[in-house]
């Protein structure tokens, strides 16, 4: 048993890598049964890559270590598990950094810049690559558990760069992806404004944004779309078309409602006595909106009893007038107008000659009063 100890003991040297068992854990240091004549102790520097308070945060009494020997004086056994688990983490990361792996971390701790993680090696994860949004306090990070994926890494320089960010990229992507793929032009969705801009709104339906164009956004006219949407409001889309190679959508919020020509027919009969608003002049008439974003034409012919050579000569956009309906034709959009038959239609204004009967207070009818009042009219 002695000559087969002090082989043991002659055979070990620093550099070695040993198997031991933990039979004490202090504060700052662990002392380790390694079949040596004396026990080994473990440094709490030595213990692991990232900085621990006390020795019991990295290991247990009676637990089996694999250890590298760095120092071996007389009875001075000196032994490290870090550099033991260093060399093993290398090799392990390389492979995950290959292959472009994500893979669980634990965040030890929280320092100025970012957070760090223990893999066998100290891994920094910058504040930039945290999340995909800016955060302010990391406080509630420490401890906290996620996947990352390995951007940088040298061995040399003993840097291991790690982003969380990127794999919540990558499931964004995936997600917004798998959204494209599902969806095709005519669906009607649920979505959520994202954000505004001054030519439409990004709306966000199942993990993927699309874009409502500003002529999309409501029947009657938007000179701003924050006049009607804001940031976060619910909102039913109708998608107008797919491109899955560049990852564009098109949506229409006003195609996912009842348009105004929907109720057109009901709210307009033929023979209507309306007042409308002229919104445009063209050659051949003007066209003037009867109800909200339904507008009629009422041709060249149709504007007054006289001839009209170009409707601008008797109209102005803005203008209020009085339109007959003579025909509405709602599924093809088309509603005809007339503004002589209108003004033809206006009741007749009758003289009220009643004044000028005699009362029973007063018999004496005045013919000359008749008279001199007609005169007046004719001088005018």
């Not at 048993?1 to 662990?30: I, R, Y």
């Not at 890494?153 to 992507?173: D, P, Y």
């Not at 409602?257 to 007042?275: F, H, N, R, T, Y």
């Amino acid at each position: 048993m002695v000559e087969k100890m002090n082989e043991e003991v002659t055979a070990l040297q620093v550099g070695d890598v040993v198997t031991g068992q933990v039979t004490k854990v202090e504060d700052k240091q662990v002392l380790v049964d390694v079949g040596y004549k004396t026990e080994g102790v473990i440094p709490i520097s030595e213990l692991a890559n990232v900085h621990i308070e006390k020795a019991s945060d990295a290991v247990q009494e009676g637990q089996t270590l694999q250890l590298k020997v760095i120092k071996l004086e007389d009875d001075d056994l000196v032994l490290s598990k870090r550099a033991v688990d260093a060399e093993k983490a290398w090799e392990d990361l390389y492979a995950k950094f290959q292959a472009g792996e994500a893979f669980d971390v634990t965040v030890k701790d929280i320092v100025n810049g970012g957070l760090v993680v223990d893999l066998g090696v100290r891994g920094f994860i910058p504040a930039s690559l945290v999340e995909t949004h800016f955060v302010e306090d990391f406080t509630d990070y420490k401890g906290k558990t996620f996947q990352v994926k390995i951007v940088e890494l040298e061995r040399e320089k003993n840097r291991v760069i790690l982003s969380h960010k990127a794999v919540v990229e990558e499931e964004m992507e995936t997600k917004k992806k798998e959204a494209i793929l599902s969806l095709k032009a005519g669906d009607v969705v649920e979505g959520t404004v994202q954000r505004l801009t001054d030519f439409g709104a990004f709306v966000n339906i199942g993990g993927v944004d699309g874009l409502v164009h500003i002529s999309q956004i409501s029947h009657e006219r938007v000179e701003k779309p924050s006049d009607v949407l804001a940031e976060g409001q619910s909102v039913k889309v109708k998608v107008l078309s797919v491109d899955a190679d560049t990852g564009r959508i098109s949506l229409s919020i006003k195609a996912a409602q009842p348009g105004p020509w929907d109720s057109a027919a009901e709210k307009v009969k033929v023979g209507d006595i309306l007042e409308g608003t002229v919104k445009r002049l063209v050659t051949f008439g003007a066209f003037v909106e009867i109800i909200p974003s339904v507008e009629g034409l009422v041709h060249v012919s149709q504007i007054a009893n006289r001839h009209v050579k170009n409707p601008s000569e008797v109209l102005e956009v803005g203008q209020t007038v009085q339109v007959k309906v003579l025909e509405v034709n709602a599924k093809e959009k088309r509603i005809s107008l007339s503004m002589k038959d209108a003004l033809e239609e206006e009741p007749e204004v009758k003289e009220d000659y009643s004044k000028y009967q005699p009362s029973a207070d007063n018999a004496t009818f005045q013919l000359g009063d008749i008279i001199g009042e007609q005169l007046k009219k004719l001088k005018k």
